[in-house]
């Protein structure tokens, strides 16, 4: 069986990868942050959308897939940065085992 084939030339969207992490509010309380990892090369193919409701407003949930380069560290609930727009990663397969490339589910919101 052959193994996925990746275009290294598709992989054209400079994308931001961060992390969420929680300082110190002031008071006593948390605030979550992002925090950049890496600068890496990637794929964005949008999938579609869906109409949602997040405390009463209207919104457009955007599905997007997101193939990178293999990194050990990249985890379910990080986010890519795309020129201003915040893809929050839902899923992370590696889609024939050879540890080459990561397709990343991921969810845009849009008011």
Known sequence: MGGLFVDPG?????LSLETPE????GQGGMTE??????SLWGRIEPLGARPDEIAGAAIAMIAHRVTIR???DVRH??????RGRNLVI???????????YLVCDCEEVMP
Not at 22 to 25: M, Q
Not at 33 to 38: D, E, H, Q, R
């Open 10 to 14: 598709l992989l054209s969207a400079r």
């Open 22 to 25: 929680e300082r110190p509010d």
């Open 33 to 38: 942050g992002w925090v950049p990892v890496a």
């Open 70 to 72: 293999h990194r050990e």
């Open 77 to 82: 609930a990080m986010r890519f940065v795309h």
């Open 90 to 100: 839902r899923a992370v397969r590696d889609p024939d085992e050879r540890r080459r």
